[in-house]
């Protein structure tokens, strides 16, 4: 499951261990979707590299010759689970690369569907769990060295493109970076932005604080000169042919003067709903201060900031109330009206990472 940037409550653990329930597996077709190129193949990930310290695990989603050939896994209770063909032939030919970033206290199937869609389609996506802000990875430390996680995303592509059985694959000139939430601010780092110090003292004094203080506060980030001299070091990545914003959070700490600096385009959808993160300064005011010849902004009508995660079932909305009350707001319009967010998602990513 996913956490929004804003949440750190640690009761929330419990619907994550939900989402895991093991139930009898169901057998689906890609013929009950429309017809597609590929199939999506799925599997695990482990980032090999020099790096002892911080070990980077997740999943890959590639196409496959075979499209006709998905399963989803009935394993969630509240979650439908994306469509796979896990261990799948790899299709011939090279692909684009998407690097996916989950959000705060989420975990790498928050937007597995947005990986088997793309496969799909004829795409590589790849996402690891971030160590200290995942479902199950909460160290506090690695939390506090947040600088961390766009180093993350760095190190998979750099293993991906590298060392692993799929760099044959992936087109180098066609990288790109996705991330919802905590994940569009890690992204948007790579692209470019920077921690601005000066920026955060500013904003996260007084009353009436941006969520983002409130985050960084718990995680006790920033709070000594070594870590903010840490946080505000470039982190770009100059392999990244652009980045795509999920409503983000976390744009009141960002350098202005870095983000007018972008230069590679930017995708930056945000929810219209602005039913968790304040959208004046959060997608609004990160698409106005980048270049206004690289930056595509839409909000996208009736969206929540959850619909940007997976598809709940039917039930999931009541099972949340029941066991987490409070947390079923997860599941608001969480089906059918989620599954046409998703597509209208899809076609804007489609769009944006058109050659």
């Known amino acids: 499951m996913s956490i929004p940037i804003f949440r750190a409550g640690n009761r929330l653990r419990a619907i994550a261990l939900l989402a895991c329930t093991a139930l009898p597996a169901t057998a689906l077709h890609a013929a009950d979707e429309p017809a597609l190129p590929y199939g999506p193949g799925a599997a695990k990930l482990t980032v090999a590299d020099a790096r002892t310290d911080r070990l980077l695990s997740g999943d890959i989603w590639y196409p496959t010759g ?23 032939r790899p299709a011939e030919g090279t692909f684009p ?13 928050n937007q597995a569907w947005l990986g088997s869609a793309l496969a799909r389609r004829g795409y590589i996506v790849a996402m690891v769990n971030h160590p200290g802000t995942s479902s199950f990875l909460r160290d506090p430390d690695q939390a506090r060295e947040l600088w961390d996680r766009p180093v993350d995303v760095s190190r998979l592509i750099s293993f991906l493109i590298g060392d692993s059985d799929y760099r044959d694959r992936i087109d180098p000139a066609r990288i ?24 955060h003292a ?39 042919a ?6 983000l959070g976390g744009t009141p700490v960002l ?14 959808l945000g929810s219209q709903r602005a039913d968790m993160l304040n959208q004046d300064v959060e997608s609004r005011a990160l698409a106005a201060s980048l270049p206004q010849d690289r ?3 839409l909000e996208l009508e009736d969206a929540g900031h ?11 909305f009541a099972i949340l109330a029941e066991h987490e009350p409070g947390d079923e707001i997860i599941c608001i319009k969480g089906t059918a009206e989620r599954v046409k967010q998703h597509d209208r998602i899809l076609a804007e990513i489609l769009r944006f990472t058109a050659p």
């Not at 690369?97 to 199937?109: E, P």
């Not at 203080?213 to 392999?239: F, H, I, N, Q, Y």
């Open 66 to 88: 075979t499209p006709d050939i998905a399963v989803r896994a009935d394993k969630s209770k509240v979650w439908q689970l994306a469509l796979a063909d896990p261990g799948g």
């Open 306 to 316: 959850f619909d940007f995660m997976g598809v709940c079932k039917p039930g999931g």
């Open 97 to 109: 690369l998407v690097v996916v970033s989950h959000g705060m206290y989420g975990n790498t199937q």
């Open 242 to 247: 652009g980045s795509i914003s999920l409503d």
């Open 176 to 199: 790109y970076a996705a991330g919802h939430s905590l994940g569009g601010f890690t992204v948007m780092l790579l692209a470019g932005a920077e921690f601005d110090p000066k920026r």
């Open 295 to 297: 930056v595509r902004h």
């Open 202 to 240: 500013s904003v996260c004094s007084g009353d009436h604080l941006p969520i983002a203080c409130d985050v960084l506060a718990g995680w006790s980030v920033a709070e000594t000169d070594a870590d903010r001299k840490e946080m505000a070091r470039p982190r770009k990545d100059a392999r990244l």
């Open 255 to 268: 350098s202005r003067a870095s983000l007018a600096a972008v230069d590679i385009p930017v995708l930056v």
